[in-house]
Nanobody
Framework: VQLQASGGGLVQTGGSLRLSCAASGRTASTYHMGWFRQAPGKEREFVGGISWNGRSTYYADSVKGRFTISRDNAKNTVYLQMNSLKPEDTAVYYC???????????????WGQGTQVTVSS
C-alpha cells in the first residue's frame, strides 16, 4: 500500500488543521492506520491510531481531547483533525499502515512522506 499525507501548513496558536492520508491499493481500507510526528532534534512520536473499520481509536496523552482521527474507507483516506494547536505541535506529521494494530507499539509496515505543520505563537 502507498500512503500520501497532505494538509500541513502554518497556523496560529489555538487554530486548527486537518491532515489527510490517502492510501492506494486494493486492500488499503483493510489496514489499521497510525499518525506520527517528528519535531526537529526529537525522536518520532506516536500521535494516534485508528482501526481498519474506524470503530477504535487510540491517542497519545499529549493530543487527547484536541486531535481526532477518522477515516473514510470509501475514499481510502484517513484524517487527523487537529484543534487547539500549540507551538509544541510543530513537527513533520506522518501516516503509517499496519495489519496488526493501531497503538504506539504496533509495527507499522508502510509509511507515507511527511507533511509539515508549523504552529506560530
Amino acid at each position: 500500500v502507498q500512503l500520501q499525507a497532505s494538509g500541513g501548513g502554518l497556523v496560529q496558536t489555538g487554530g486548527s488543521l486537518r491532515l489527510s492520508c490517502a492510501a492506494s491499493g486494493r486492500t488499503a481500507s483493510t489496514y489499521h492506520m497510525g499518525w506520527f510526528r517528528q519535531a526537529p532534534g526529537k525522536e518520532r512520536e506516536f500521535v494516534g491510531g485508528i482501526s481498519w473499520n474506524g470503530r477504535s481509536t487510540y491517542y497519545a496523552d499529549s493530543v487527547k481531547g484536541r486531535f481526532t482521527i477518522s477515516r473514510d474507507n470509501a475514499k481510502n483516506t484517513v484524517y487527523l483533525q487537529m484543534n487547539s494547536l500549540k507551538p509544541e505541535d510543530t513537527a513533520v506529521y506522518y501516516c503509517a499502515a499496519s495489519r496488526t494494530g493501531w497503538n504506539p507499539t504496533t509495527q507499522y509496515a508502510y509509511w507515507g512522506q511527511g507533511t509539515q505543520v508549523t504552529v506560530s505563537s
